[in-house]
């Protein structure tokens, strides 16, 4: 096999098409030429951003399009974004990944704030946004750490709502859709409101949300069983938020109460000697819990968040603009197996930031402030492999950027501590202090009003998680045994491997990401194309390192109680059924490369006839070895064409999945499908004054078999069957 070298590949995929580099800027002359949806500003970034005069690359999903990619996971809402793919855990908790990366890498905020769920350390653990009731969902691909943090190192998602009110809001407005759906009897609403009370803004919102096992076209599992539906996929959930803000000649102070409310099966969550105890409960609360009854664990989240916004225009002189957010949530979510909690979650979280938006010079302006987080989370019961943790950030930061006509320039700098401390039982108490450094210089150019280019190079250093170091214990729901940086694997005999501290050195990890990228606008039509290269040096991921969870030897007396002779363990180890254990993986470091595109256009060919296409790649292995690293997604192509006429419109799109054949070490390849989709909507013009539409969706119509290369669950949990889909929505 051909080696290549990681710079000439840099290189090759940069410099040649650098003459197509992307930008951005807020040059009048070329704004009037792009479409409303480009020019929302950007809640994400506290300096005056669009999607057109921002260095790094930057989307907005907003308004219908946000409605019609609406699903109930924010991963599979955002799943046919270009650079963007889901984690796919069965449409009950799939999150997002950008440019191949997921997990703690993608900071998934709520109006700024972190989500302050647990859905960083696991694909079963559901993210807490929801989608049906935002304003839009924005999507900064890359680092975004300078404001965010270094959760942030591949890219945040920030999902804005209108829970506090920054002005008044000129009377009532509202909102409320529905959607019922065929392939997991979906039973889908949503409605939210506000009216202005004097000097006052009143907001209310909620969702319920419905379905069953979800269909799939037949497919043989890993059983041998024929399988047509998911068993254990269900979804019930819902959530309410009540805001109230004041609004005075010189800013605004609101504040919020939102509260969510999850059950959802936990599909594949196979638990090793359960049939022990089948017979226990053989009888017990046979009315109790139907879900429970119907197809094994699930999970019971509950989530109550406050939340706190204040503004204040020219609070002193050389300040324009001083901002507060600040969050508290309080998360539990239990999986739940027989009539009891298995394993219980917990996360107590408190997050402020403070900005102040300055006038530098003429032409520079900037924004500079503080970043405080402080989160306690703790694990216990059957699955808790993570001890209890504390995880305490502190940072400052500074944006800068100018106010020119053509060539505009954006930079800025952040420090941040963490610190991280566990009580670990095998280890005792572990604490870990961390310096994070992170800094990006970006430029935008106008070269003509049709035609602008960016280029942005960010330094970002990332601390490892807690449960990249502390891990240690069977995670059920990746069906891996899962060891920690903390931890070294120590072969005592043959098929016997005993656990110890590790006494190597945990690092920051370290990004060195390069974007670039052109916009291209005509009559009509648009152009976007981003190239991308990510180094990043002690990138931590799970090695799956070939050996099995029962090849593993304790130092308690687990053993003893299921081994009459210990000196056998070793002797009859062969005599193991391998199925019943886990694949062990451990965390690993290693210096690694990310590259790849994203190119997405719309041409208009008459008023009534449009066409949109997009396609987007990553490739990512090691430096050192030239190894894949696990689970990044294949090439994508799409296109969808879009016919109006009258008060109807109807489209048709489909988008193929490449194989995915560059795979890691013990992972197979994904084979490649396509899936055709449909939509006809209707805007009846007798409630037009409610910008009402009614719509028939026809999602996978050839009724595909797909499975997701990026999911734990690929051959246990494929994409969805055949669905047809009926909905309405509107706004008054």
């Given at each position: 096999?051909?080696?290549y070298?990681?710079?000439?590949?840099?290189?090759?995929?940069?410099?040649?098409?650098?003459?197509?580099?992307?930008?951005?800027?807020?040059?009048?002359?070329?704004?009037h030429?792009?479409?409303?949806?480009?020019?929302?500003?950007?809640?994400?970034?506290?300096l005056?951003?669009?999607?057109l005069?921002s260095a790094?690359?930057?989307s907005v999903?907003?308004g219908?399009?946000?409605?019609?990619k609406q699903?109930?996971?924010?991963?599979?809402?955002?799943a046919?974004?270009p650079?963007?793919?889901s984690?796919?855990?069965?449409r009950?908790?799939?999150?997002p990944?950008?440019?191949?990366?997921?997990?703690?890498r993608?900071?998934?905020?709520?109006?700024?704030?972190?989500?302050?769920?647990?859905s960083?350390?696991?694909?079963?653990?559901?993210?807490?946004?929801?989608?049906?009731?935002?304003?839009?969902?924005?999507i900064?691909?890359?680092?975004a750490?300078?404001l965010y943090?270094?959760?942030?190192?591949?890219?945040?998602v920030?999902?804005?709502?209108?829970?506090?009110?920054?002005?008044?809001v000129?009377?009532?407005r509202?909102?409320?859709?529905?959607?019922?759906?065929?392939?997991?009897d979906l039973r889908?609403?949503n409605?939210?409101?506000?009216?202005?009370?004097?000097?006052?803004?009143?907001h209310i919102?909620?969702?319920?949300?419905?379905?069953?096992?979800?269909?799939?076209?037949?497919?043989?599992?890993?059983?041998?069983e024929?399988?047509?539906t998911?068993?254990n996929?269900?979804?019930?959930?819902?959530?309410?938020?009540?805001?109230?803000?004041?609004?005075?000649?010189a800013?605004y102070i609101?504040?919020?109460?939102?509260r969510?409310?999850q059950?959802?099966?936990?599909?594949?969550h196979?638990?090793?000697?359960?049939e022990?105890?089948?017979?226990?409960?053989?009888?017990?609360?046979e009315?109790?819990?139907?879900?429970e009854e119907?197809?094994?664990?699930?999970?019971?989240?509950?989530?109550?968040?406050?939340?706190?916004?204040a503004?204040?225009?020219?609070?002193?002189?050389?300040?324009?603009?001083?901002?507060?957010?600040?969050?508290?949530?309080?998360?539990?979510?239990?999986?739940?197996?027989g009539?009891?909690?298995?394993?219980?979650?917990?996360?107590d979280?408190?997050e402020?930031?403070?900005?102040?938006?300055?006038?530098l010079?003429?032409?520079?302006?900037?924004?500079?402030?503080?970043?405080?987080?402080?989160?306690?989370?703790s694990?216990?019961?059957?699955?808790?492999y993570?001890?209890a943790?504390?995880t305490?950030?502190h940072g400052?930061?500074?944006?800068?950027?100018?106010?020119e006509?053509?060539?505009?320039?954006q930079?800025?700098?952040?420090?941040?501590n963490?610190?991280?401390?566990?009580?670990?039982?095998?280890?005792g108490?572990?604490?870990?202090?961390?310096?994070?450094?992170?800094?990006?210089?970006?430029?935008?150019?106008?070269?003509r009003?049709?035609?602008?280019?960016?280029?942005?190079?960010?330094?970002?250093?990332?601390?490892?998680s807690a449960?990249?170091?502390?891990?240690n214990?069977?995670?059920?729901?990746t069906q891996t045994?899962?060891?920690?940086?903390?931890?070294a694997?120590?072969?005592?005999?043959?098929?016997?491997?005993a656990?110890e501290?590790s006494?190597?050195?945990?690092?920051?990890e370290?990004?060195?990401?390069?974007?670039?990228?052109?916009?291209?606008?005509?009559?009509?039509?648009?152009?976007?194309?981003?190239?991308?290269?990510?180094?990043v040096?002690?990138?931590?991921?799970?090695?799956?390192?070939?050996?099995?969870?029962?090849?593993?030897?304790?130092?308690?007396?687990?053993?003893?109680?299921?081994?009459e002779?210990?000196?056998?363990?070793?002797?009859?180890?062969?005599?193991?059924?391998h199925?019943?254990g886990?694949?062990?993986?451990?965390?690993?470091?290693?210096?690694?490369?990310?590259?790849?595109?994203?190119?997405?256009?719309?041409?208009?060919?008459?008023?009534?006839?449009?066409?949109?296409a997009f396609?987007?790649?990553?490739r990512?292995?090691?430096?050192?070895?030239?190894?894949n690293?696990?689970?990044?997604?294949?090439?994508?192509?799409?296109?969808?064409?879009?016919?109006?006429?009258g008060?109807?419109?109807?489209?048709?799109?489909?988008?193929?999945?490449?194989?995915?054949?560059?795979v890691?070490?013990n992972?197979?390849?994904?084979?490649s499908?396509?899936?055709?989709?449909?939509?006809?909507n209707?805007?009846?013009?007798?409630l037009?004054r409610?910008?009402?539409?009614?719509?028939?969706?026809?999602?996978?119509?050839?009724?595909?078999?797909?499975?997701?290369?990026?999911?734990?669950?690929?051959?246990d949990?494929?994409v969805?069957?055949?669905?047809?889909?009926?909905?309405?929505?509107?706004?008054?």
């Open positions: 096999m051909m080696k070298s990681p710079v000439a590949l840099v290189l090759a995929q940069l410099l040649a098409p650098a003459a197509h580099a992307q930008a951005q800027n807020d040059n009048e002359e070329a704004q030429q792009h479409e409303n949806t480009e020019v929302i500003v950007i809640n994400a970034s506290p005056v951003r669009t999607e005069n790094q690359p930057i999903i907003s219908d399009e946000l409605r019609e699903a109930h996971t924010l991963g599979e809402t955002l046919n974004e650079g963007i793919n984690t796919h855990f069965a009950v908790a799939s999150s990944i950008i440019r191949g990366l997921d997990g703690p993608v900071k998934v905020t709520q109006n700024g704030l972190d989500s302050a769920d647990v960083r350390g696991s694909p079963d653990h559901a993210v807490t946004t929801e989608t049906s009731v935002a304003q839009q969902v924005e900064l691909r890359g680092p750490t300078l943090g270094s959760g942030a190192i591949g890219g945040v920030n999902v804005v709502d209108e829970r506090i009110a920054q002005e008044l000129g009377g009532t509202g909102f409320f859709g529905g959607n019922l759906a065929t392939v997991d889908d609403f409605a939210g409101l506000s009216t202005d009370l004097g000097q006052m803004v009143f919102d909620g969702f319920s949300r419905r379905s069953d096992d979800y269909s799939v076209p037949s497919f043989v599992n890993d059983e041998g024929t399988v047509d998911i068993e996929s269900f979804v019930d959930a819902q959530g309410g938020t009540l805001g109230l803000s004041y609004i005075f000649d800013g609101g504040a919020s109460y939102a969510l409310e059950e959802y099966g936990i599909p594949g196979h638990h090793h000697g359960e022990e105890h089948e017979d226990e409960h053989e009888g017990e609360h009315d109790e819990h139907a879900h119907e197809a094994g664990p699930f999970a019971d989240l509950v989530q109550d968040r406050w939340q706190l916004h503004g204040l225009e020219n609070p002193w002189q050389g300040v324009e603009q001083l901002t507060l957010r600040y969050a508290y949530t309080d998360y539990q979510h239990q999986e739940i197996e009539d009891s909690p298995s394993t219980t979650f917990t996360n979280q408190h402020l930031r403070v900005t102040a938006n300055h006038q010079t003429d032409q520079w302006y900037g924004a500079f402030g503080y970043h405080g987080f402080l989160q306690e989370q694990a216990f019961g059957e699955e808790a993570t001890p943790s504390e305490d950030r400052l930061f500074w944006l800068l950027e100018t106010r006509n053509k060539l505009n320039y930079l800025g700098i952040r420090y941040e963490v610190q991280l401390d566990a009580a670990n039982v095998e280890l108490q572990q604490s870990y202090d961390f310096d994070p450094l992170s800094a990006s210089f970006g430029v935008t150019y106008q070269w009003p049709q035609v602008m280019f960016n280029a942005n190079y960010s330094f970002a250093q990332r601390a490892p449960n990249e170091i502390f891990a214990g069977a995670h059920l729901a045994y899962e060891l920690g940086l903390n931890y694997l120590h072969q005592e005999a043959e098929h016997v491997y656990i501290a006494e190597r050195s945990i690092e920051l370290t990004s060195h990401s390069f974007d670039v990228g052109a916009h291209f606008e005509g009559n009509g039509h648009h152009l976007n194309i981003n190239l991308f290269a990510n180094r040096d002690n990138f931590i991921y799970e090695n799956i390192v070939g050996i099995n969870s029962l090849d593993l030897e304790f130092d308690h007396h687990e053993h003893d109680e299921h081994d002779h210990g000196d056998e363990h070793v002797d009859e180890h062969d005599d193991h059924d199925a019943d886990l694949p062990v993986v451990q965390y690993n470091q290693e210096d690694v490369l990310l590259f790849g595109y994203e190119i997405d256009g719309r041409w208009q060919f008459t008023p009534d006839l449009r066409l949109d396609s987007d790649y990553t990512a292995y090691t430096l050192d070895s030239t190894s690293l696990p689970r990044i997604p294949s090439q994508r192509i799409g296109a969808d064409v879009t016919y109006n006429q008060n109807w419109e109807s489209s048709i799109g489909y988008t193929w999945y490449a194989k995915q054949t560059r890691a070490e992972e197979t390849s994904t084979p499908y396509g899936l055709l989709n449909a939509q006809v209707f805007f009846p013009q007798s037009a409610y910008n009402v539409s009614l719509y028939l969706k026809a999602e996978n119509i050839t009724d595909k078999l797909g499975y997701v290369h990026t999911s734990f669950l690929k051959y949990a494929p969805a069957g055949r669905n047809f889909s009926l909905g309405f929505r509107g706004e008054f």
